[in-house]
């Protein structure tokens, strides 16, 4: 099960941090897994936002590049999403991928 927290309502330029805890998921399904935050908003596809893949390394959506920033931390088998200098734009359903598993999802509002 995949524990999502840190969503909210913030101003246009501010920051958040998400937090994703894979909690009940045992270190050697964790460790080795892809990690990646996506988002959704009504009536459009689910888009990638980060991620760190075994393949592909860590990667960003351009939308994103140089303002958000996902990390790891094994020891608490968590997955974090530092999102900063936020705008309308980034408002969203934020998820948390785990290899198959999904977080429920948590709600990022930016207003204006």
């Known amino acids: 099960q995949l524990v999502e927290s840190g969503g909210g309502l913030v101003q246009t330029g501010g920051s958040l941090r998400l937090s994703c805890r894979a909690s009940?998921?045992?270190?050697?399904?964790?460790?080795?897994?892809?990690k990646a935050w996506y988002r959704q908003v009504p009536g459009k596809e689910r888009e990638l936002v980060a991620g760190i893949f075994r393949d592909r390394g860590t990667v960003y959506a351009d939308s994103v590049k140089g303002r958000f920033a996902i990390s790891r931390d094994n020891s608490r088998k968590t997955v974090y999403l530092q999102m900063n200098s936020l705008h309308s734009e980034d408002t969203a359903v934020y998820y948390c991928n785990i290899g198959e598993y999904w977080g429920q999802g948590t709600q990022v509002t930016v207003s204006s």
């Open positions: 009940g998921m045992i270190t050697s399904v964790f460790n080795p897994n892809d």
